[in-house]
């Protein structure tokens, strides 16, 4: 048996507690300041309440933070105040950037692995993956604890930031995706043609993501799509909704200009063309970095 801190106990926390208590390890949690909802999760999940932070992680070989991202530095600076010198599982939807972050505070008491949880939280016959990356002896430990359940572990190397790269490239597509088909439903409805856009959506059989050969063809055909995007932000715009995203399709698709009709262009070469050539990067705006959310 592992004795395990989960940082807290949201929806997706409590599932995977619950996964660690039925593989025969304890679940401590610190109730103080959490919501009747997450005290009712944590309790279903058969979760340990602890009177502090420090009783929780003096009894623990390893933390895991299952937070809003928003939070996700808050608590490992909050468990590193306590030199806390177990194993540290970050498994937030954060960037490479801040997991690293988090791997330099935590240090030198703590070993820091990188996670990211995928698909809805396990159990009830459900199941989900947990990708793992960091130092080869903690991963091993961490997919221990998991063994036999319905979170199922697979490891991407022992590089810190490995697993939330992944995450954060999914997320980008899915998330997107999904607002943006609220967004295209949205304009078809002022317009009182609703029904036809999900018509003609039924018929489109595709798999983007999966289908990385297709984006040289993306890319050939930029030079007139760019400006298509344009006319949907100006419809958008008419409509009274959110153009931002359309704007910004418009932006990323200029990046092919020069590809214009060069179907055989490789994907290497597509993808290249997205990166800027000094590396440089924007900075995120200031987000409010508040514990609290409907995850817990």
């Not at 297709?214 to 715009?237: I, K």
Request: glycine share 8%.
């Amino acid at each position: 048996m592992t004795v395990v801190t989960v940082l807290h106990p949201g929806a997706m926390g409590a599932a995977v507690s619950a996964e660690l208590v039925g593989g025969g390890h304890e679940v401590l949690w610190v109730p103080k300041e959490r919501s009747a909802e997450t005290r009712r999760r944590a309790g279903e999940a058969r979760a340990t309440a602890c009177d502090s932070l420090a009783e929780a992680l003096s009894r623990s070989a390893v933390v895991l933070s299952v937070c809003p991202p928003q939070a996700a530095e808050d608590v490992a600076g909050a468990v590193a105040a306590h030199a806390f010198d177990g194993v540290y599982v970050d498994v937030n939807a954060i960037s490479p950037q801040r997991v690293r972050r988090i791997d330099e505070e935590i240090r030198p008491g703590s070993v820091v692995v990188d996670g990211s949880v995928f698909g809805q939280p396990p159990g009830a016959g459900r199941t989900a993956r947990l990708y793992l990356a960091g130092s080869g002896s903690a991963v091993d430990l961490v997919a221990s604890l998991f063994a036999d359940t319905a979170l199922h572990v697979c490891r991407v190397g022992d590089v810190v930031g490995s697993a939330s790269a992944l995450k954060m490239a999914f997320a980008s597509y899915q998330k997107a995706a999904r607002t943006l088909a609220g967004v295209a439903h949205a304009l078809a409805d002022a317009h009182g043609v609703g029904e036809q856009l999900t018509a003609e959506a039924e018929v489109m059989v595709s798999a983007i993501l999966s289908d990385p050969e297709y984006l040289p063809s993306v890319a050939a055909r930029a030079w007139r799509w760019a400006p298509e995007m344009e006319e949907v932000a100006d419809a958008l715009r008419a409509a009274g909704l959110p153009a931002d995203m359309a704007e910004a399709t418009a932006r990323v698709l200029s990046c092919w200009e020069r590809d214009k009709g060069q179907y055989d262009i490789t994907v290497a070469e597509v993808l290249s063309r997205l990166r800027k050539p000094d590396g440089s990067t924007r900075k995120a705006p200031v987000i409010d970095q508040g514990l609290d959310s409907k995850s817990g």
